[in-house]
């Protein structure tokens, strides 16, 4: 079973900046995907960005330009870095993987949601 751990979440102002990581551990399988999701008070759980086993990075419009992924192999970690935050970037953030097991089953696991506040 796979552990996953989040930490870095917190209060900033509006234009600040902050970073999240997630450390999975238990890992037996391969990781392909890791990514980021947030769901903001009475909203559905959205997509922010996820990066693949190749590289390949995808974020929602909303965080372009903004947000950077990045993913550290050797560790199966994940880190979200957030600049020029925004009011509306305020939610639960969640950090998810995709494991591939021995098996060639596919399965998704959930961080413990890190709470982002953004306001002044």
């Known amino acids: 079973q796979v552990q996953l751990v989040e930490s870095g979440g917190g209060l900033v102002q509006p234009g600040g900046s902050l970073r999240l990581s997630c450390a999975a551990s238990?890992?037996?399988?391969?990781?392909?995907?890791m990514g980021w999701y947030r769901q903001a008070p009475g909203k559905e759980r959205e997509l922010v960005a996820y990066?693949?086993?190749?590289?390949?990075?995808k974020y929602a419009d909303s965080v372009k330009g903004r947000f950077t992924i990045s993913r550290d192999y050797a560790k199966n970690t994940v880190s979200l870095q957030m600049n020029s935050l925004k009011p509306e970037d305020t939610a639960v953030y969640y950090c998810?993987?995709?494991?591939?097991?021995?098996?060639?089953?596919?399965?998704?696991?959930w961080g413990q949601g890190s709470q982002v506040t953004v306001s002044s």
């Open positions: 998810n993987v995709h494991l591939v097991t021995r098996t060639f089953e596919t399965i998704f696991y």
């Open positions: 238990r890992v037996i399988g391969s990781i392909t995907n």
């Open positions: 990066i693949i086993d190749s590289g390949i990075t």
